[in-house]
């Protein structure tokens, strides 16, 4: 009986030794994973920082164009070649008392 008790008990220490390597190579397999996503976040937040940065600057940009465009100075500039004031002609009224 002492031999069956030894062989359980190596068998013991066996599946001890396994489980714990498991968990172990788990534990380390999950703690890689969630670290490698974690950088992999934060290079995107960075990317979209820089991102809305050069968005920003074209916004600036197309805004100071519309108001430069769209001011008084700058379409009488463009058209004043091609605007001819006319000057409206007199209508003759023929009024007769019949």
């Not at 788990?26 to 670290?35: N, P, V």
């Not at 001819?84 to 008392?97: F, G, H, S, T, V």
């Amino acid at each position: 009986m002492n031999r069956k008790n030894k062989k359980n008990k190596s068998l013991d220490t066996f599946l001890k030794y396994i489980f714990s390597i498991f968990l172990l190579s788990a534990f380390l397999i999950t703690f890689l994973t969630i670290k490698n996503q974690c950088a992999k976040l934060r290079n995107e937040i960075s990317e979209i920082k820089i991102s809305n940065i050069k968005n920003r600057s074209i916004v600036k940009r197309l805004q100071s164009e519309k108001e430069k465009f769209s001011s008084e100075k700058f379409i009488f500039s463009k058209v004043k070649d091609n605007m001819i004031a006319k000057l409206p002609e007199p209508e003759i009224i023929d009024i007769r008392n019949e």
